[in-house]
């Protein structure tokens, strides 16, 4: 049986991502650590779900900032995506916490799904979906 561990996101600063994701989403770090080359904070979502903040220090910035359309033309993962409880609720407290707003709550072409888009204070594309009955 397999199924996703977590995600790995590359940022420039791992603590204010780590921060940040706590504030929005409830994100919890479950340990650190640092190579000569990275800092790393592996954590997960209330739900279990693992997200692995990756900070390189050589790194360079990727394809932020983009819309959903836009990233698309780079090939790789263009964006991570949440399932939420209430997706208008979500939308407006991730803002609210410092998130862009991209694309807000619509239906998605899913059937029987509502999705919104925002840039995390990266510009990292971050999807909130919500079932029918989270709208």
């Not at 390189?56 to 836009?70: C, E, H, M, N």
């Not at 407006?92 to 807000?104: F, K, L, T």
């Amino acid at each position: 049986m397999n199924r996703l561990h977590h995600v790995g996101l590359s940022v420039a600063d791992v603590e204010a991502a780590a921060e940040w994701y706590g504030r929005a989403f409830g994100y919890e770090v479950s340990f650190r650590a640092e190579t000569p080359t990275m800092r790393v904070a592996m954590g997960a979502l209330p739900d279990g779900t693992g997200l692995e903040l990756l900070e390189r220090f050589d790194s360079a910035p990727g394809a932020q900032g983009l819309q959903p359309d836009a990233a698309l033309l780079h090939r790789g993962w263009g964006h991570i995506a949440l399932l939420v409880d209430d997706l208008d609720e979500t939308y407006a407290r991730v803002v609210d916490a410092g998130a862009s707003p991209v694309w807000p709550p619509r239906s998605s072409p899913e059937p029987g799904v509502s999705m919104a888009f925002v840039h995390d204070p990266e510009g990292n594309l971050v999807e909130l979906l919500a079932r029918d009955g989270g709208r």
